[in-house]
């Protein structure tokens, strides 16, 4: 048997990362693809174009393809800005489902802020809007989502999570319960 994906998808800061980690509690073994972290080993010195994030992305979807192929269930947490590697994943994984991670751009902004500076650089809209304003470089920052590029919605998400009007165990436990439904029906 298959097993399934979950994608969850939205602006950097919308609370991906805390609402797959609540989410990945609910279940005895699930396997846990983090773009932050696979592109660490993809692309050391990461430039963040869109040919190295085609590249990474179409990586990522292999990688969650031969999961769910050997029946492991895979939880995805990759902003995925565009449209065409998300249905990629869709074209490809019969048991996959897209979580859009709802949020507002400003609140976005605060909370990664706050973010530690380990995989992705902190404070990176603040930087990319100084940027905007100076035309200087900034060392480690390249192209940055909902600023200098657009984000594209998902068409039709199987699931939307408004993360500034609901907690990560509140988003995580809807997730949870569609899942539940949608793949473990008796």
Known sequence: MKGWAVWLTGLPGSGKTTIAKELMKKFEKVEYL?????????????????????????????????????????????????????DLARDLMPNFVEVYVKCPLEICMTRESKREDNLVLRDLYKKALERMKSSKRIVGLGEVIG???????????????????????ESSEKIFQFLKLKFYKQ
């Open 34 to 86: 983090r773009m932050d972290e696979i592109r660490k080993i993809l692309t050391p010195k990461r430039e963040y174009t869109e040919k190295e994030r085609d590249y990474a992305y179409r990586a990522l979807v292999s990688i969650a393809k031969s999961l769910t192929d050997n029946g492991t269930n895979v939880i995805i947490d990759a902003t995925a800005h565009r449209r065409v590697w998300r």
């Open 147 to 169: 600023v200098d590029v657009e984000y594209e919605e998902p068409d039709k998400p199987e699931l939307t999570i408004e993360s500034d009007k609901l907690g990560s165990k």
